[in-house]
């Protein structure tokens, strides 16, 4: 069975994700955006137009801009440009980067600034979100006081866990947990601080790491996309309440509000959910890089 939105390309296959195609061509990985999109770990049967160009875009303008933090796995952001790529531009034009393939750790380092999401439950219940305590009477969409880190594990199949810094430490060695925690928090303070200048929060964001044959820690997949942050926009957030967001809320909402079992296949997305999801991810985009998606 032919998957929607596959890319067809004459490498060979690495790896097949939710939303991403990554071939491995001559030892690096050529990773490539979909317009795929995906909701309570379900791939859903519609695309969002333009969707991939944007992920690769925001992240690539990420990448650049941090950099000088810490050395990055991107050859090029514009691998339909280079004369062995030629015959795939198309394809590949806008939604594609060509990066080092490098070991990754099985962990994502996520940090928050914001009590949302999973970590709201996680509060409510424990008072501390992955072993990290936080102060009593916090609302819902609170800031914290300061921003935490809070890893968890990645899981190949099911769901990613929750894990404290320790066993990330047990995992990994206290050096390289520790190095991963700081670049972390350095990263997102360097990009929160940008974006609160266009007038964007940064509630919270995920990174990936690998290893170099050097055995220096280095930053993969992606960053600071709608796909791995929460974006809110600084006038509408009020304390207690979460602020829209430019993700996919209006295909969540829409599945939600749905007869959606979420054990059977999902069902197709209305035109006007499909075009403002398309719109939401235009916007950010924009604001974020300056740029017309």
């Known amino acids: 069975m032919k998957?929607?939105?596959?890319?067809?390309?004459?490498?060979?296959?690495?790896?097949?994700?939710?939303?991403?195609?990554?071939?491995?061509?001559?030892?690096?990985?050529?990773?490539?955006?979909?317009?795929?999109?995906?909701?309570?770990?379900?791939?859903?049967?519609?695309?969002?137009?333009?969707?991939?160009?944007?992920?690769?875009?925001?992240?690539?303008?990420?990448?650049?801009?941090?950099?000088?933090?810490?050395?990055?796995?991107?050859?090029?952001?514009?691998?339909?440009?280079?004369?062995?790529?030629?015959?795939?531009?198309?394809?590949?034009?806008?939604?594609?980067?060509?990066?080092?393939k490098l070991e990754a750790f099985p962990i994502e380092a996520i940090v928050r600034a914001y009590i949302v999401g999973s970590g709201w439950n996680t509060y409510q219940k424990t008072g501390t979100i992955c072993g990290v305590k936080l102060p009593l009477g916090l609302k819902f969409a609170d800031s914290l006081p300061e921003p935490i880190f809070t890893p968890t594990t990645k899981a190949d199949t099911g769901h990613d866990e929750n894990i404290t810094s320790e066993q990330m430490a047990d995992q990994l060695g206290e050096e390289t947990a520790a190095e991963i925690k700081s670049l972390s928090l350095r990263l997102f303070a360097a990009a929160s601080a940008y974006a609160l200048e266009k007038g964007i929060i940064i509630a919270d964001s995920k990174f990936e790491f690998g290893r170099d044959d050097k055995g220096n820690v280095v930053l993969i997949d992606e960053i600071f996309t709608p796909d791995s942050s929460r974006f809110w926009k600084r006038d509408d957030y009020r304390p207690g309440q979460e602020p829209p967001p430019f993700d996919k809320q209006f295909v969540r909402n829409f599945l939600l509000g749905s007869s959606w079992d979420r054990k059977s296949p999902p069902p197709q997305l209305p035109a006007d959910v499909i075009v403002s999801t398309t719109e939401k991810y235009g916007e950010i985009f924009r604001i974020l890089t300056g740029q017309e998606p």
């Open 3 to 100: 998957t929607l939105g596959k890319t067809e390309l004459p490498y060979k296959i690495f790896k097949s994700g939710k939303v991403r195609d990554v071939f491995e061509v001559d030892g690096r990985l050529l990773i490539v955006s979909s317009d795929r999109i995906s909701a309570f770990d379900y791939v859903l049967p519609s695309l969002i137009p333009g969707k991939g160009q944007i992920l690769n875009r925001i992240a690539g303008f990420w990448f650049a801009r941090t950099q000088n933090l810490i050395p990055n796995h991107v050859i090029s952001t514009e691998p339909e440009k280079l004369l062995e790529f030629a015959a795939q531009a198309d394809i590949l034009e806008k939604r594609s980067l060509l990066a080092k």
